[in-house]
């Protein structure tokens, strides 16, 4: 497609459940990131990939998150033993190489409702 | 570290009218971009606009143009002839020009325009 997509679109999980939501950034994009947005907040940052290799994840914000991007193309993140503060939509965002120069495109996101 | 803070939580128009939103930003460094996006209810993350630091114009697109003062910090956005369309959150945003840095939103400002 010619966009990030994201899916699913909506996720329902009961807490302590493990949830995976998936990215597929733009066909050649190197970077990838993923942000957490809260209701009626920015979004904040919780990694960075580079091709496959995980540069950054500083802004993960516990050891019950994970993300991969095995291949360079596709990612996912892994959220184990869901709480309720979990709950948020999670964008994923690609862009051609890492600076400011190329834009950065957003998927739809993934609104995870943790109940 | 690198701050952006939108002050204005909501604001509205009428249709035909123009309207400006805040946004002012912290660092230390020189060479960034700053952004404004539009996010609808569908939670797509919209570019509008985008500034590189070391330019001293003013970025215009169409209907919206910045105010960039670099020694104040401040970036406002300017949406001229609002159209109902132009209902949406709206998020400042930084980011270094360095590859890997992740875009720092604002908590955004919520716009109505109405007719």
């Known amino acids: 497609g010619a966009g990030v997509s994201q899916s699913p679109r909506y996720k329902v999980a009961k807490r302590g459940q493990d949830v995976a939501l998936r990215c597929d950034p733009i066909?050649?994009?190197?970077?990838l990131f993923w942000y957490q947005q809260a209701l009626g907040q920015g979004p904040e940052f919780l990694t960075y990939?580079?091709?496959?290799?995980?540069?950054?994840k500083s802004g993960l914000p516990s050891d019950r998150f994970f993300a991969e991007r095995p291949e360079g193309s596709v990612s996912t993140l892994k959220i184990q033993r869901t709480q309720q503060e979990d709950s948020a939509v999670y964008l994923c965002?690609?862009?051609?190489?890492?600076?400011?120069?190329?834009?950065?495109?957003f998927g739809n996101g993934t609104r995870l409702t943790v109940t | 570290a690198q701050t952006v803070t939108q002050s204005q939580p909501e604001m509205s128009v009428q249709e035909a009218e123009t309207v400006t939103l805040s946004c002012t930003y912290d660092t230390s460094e020189n060479n960034y971009y700053l952004f404004w996006y539009k996010q609808p209810p569908s939670r797509q993350m919209i570019l509008v606009i985008r500034q590189e630091a070391y330019k001293q114009q003013n970025a215009t697109e169409n209907r919206f143009s910045v105010n960039f003062q670099k020694a104040a910090k401040s970036f406002s956005l300017k949406i001229s002839d609002s159209q109902l369309g132009d209902t949406a959150m709206y998020f400042c945003?930084?980011?270094?020009?360095?590859?890997?840095?992740?875009?720092?939103f604002g908590k955004g400002t919520t716009l109505s325009v109405s007719s």
């Open positions: 945003a930084f980011k270094l020009n360095q590859a890997g840095t992740a875009l720092i």
């Open positions: 990939f580079q091709n496959e290799a995980q540069l950054d």
């Open positions: 965002a690609s862009s051609l190489e890492g600076t400011g120069a190329t834009p950065l495109h």
């Open positions: 066909s050649g994009h190197v970077s």
